[in-house]
């Protein structure tokens, strides 16, 4: 090829897992892929004895049901059309948990990626919550899988305050950077 000659690289070809090619896409990328969505939640924490306490959610379902640690999340869900993350938060405390998210100044603990690509955004409020109180929501699922029979289930199945090694250990894995800054946000204890 003679030099300075410029090749644009043919495009890529789709794998059986990803859409045709748009043909609006950038011929570069090839592929179609889907918008990434996006998430908000609260975390509410406490101190007890000088101890820094965050309250988790275990998730509710049948694919949960018998895993512990990776299996919990902070009260958190997508945004809705137009809807600002902190407001997304607080109405996913409530319709997750049955109760108001706690009032108090929040600490805004920025955003974070997990693994399959969903963007969370989350902030924590400090404040207690009984977790006999809990009174959550339910989704629908198919089950069993291919079935064609649709079941209720809790959006969480339980709830529970856990120090931050605990809450580090059983929170899913792309969740626990929010852990760390909040540890480094946090207000001094009193």
């Known amino acids: 090829m ?3 000659l410029f090749v644009t ?3 890529r070809r789709c794998s059986s897992r990803t859409a045709p090619p748009d043909p609006g896409a950038n011929p570069r990328r090839g592929c179609h ?3 990434v969505a ?4 609260l975390i509410v924490f406490r101190d007890r004895e000088g101890v820094l306490e965050v309250l988790l959610c275990h998730m509710g379902g049948p694919y949960w049901a018998r895993k512990d640690e990776g299996a919990w999340s902070i009260p958190k869900g997508e945004l809705e059309d137009d809807e600002q993350p902190l407001a997304a938060a607080r109405r996913e405390f409530q319709e997750e ?3 108001a998210p706690p009032d108090g100044p929040l600490l805004e603990l920025g955003e974070i990626r997990q693994k399959a690509g969903k963007v969370v955004v989350a902030y924590a409020v400090k404040g207690d919550f009984d977790p006999a109180q809990l009174v959550p929501g339910t989704f629908e699922l198919e089950w069993p899988p291919r079935s064609g029979r649709r079941q209720a289930f809790p959006e969480v199945d339980r709830v529970a305050w856990f120090d931050l090694a605990t809450a580090k250990r059983r929170i899913v894995r792309g969740q626990a950077a929010l852990l760390d800054r909040l540890a480094d946000q946090r207000p001094a204890s009193r």
């Open 9 to 11: 690289p043919p495009p």
């Open 33 to 35: 892929t889907r918008p």
């Open 97 to 99: 948990l049955g109760h």
């Open 2 to 4: 003679p030099r300075g």
């Open 38 to 41: 996006t998430s908000a939640g």
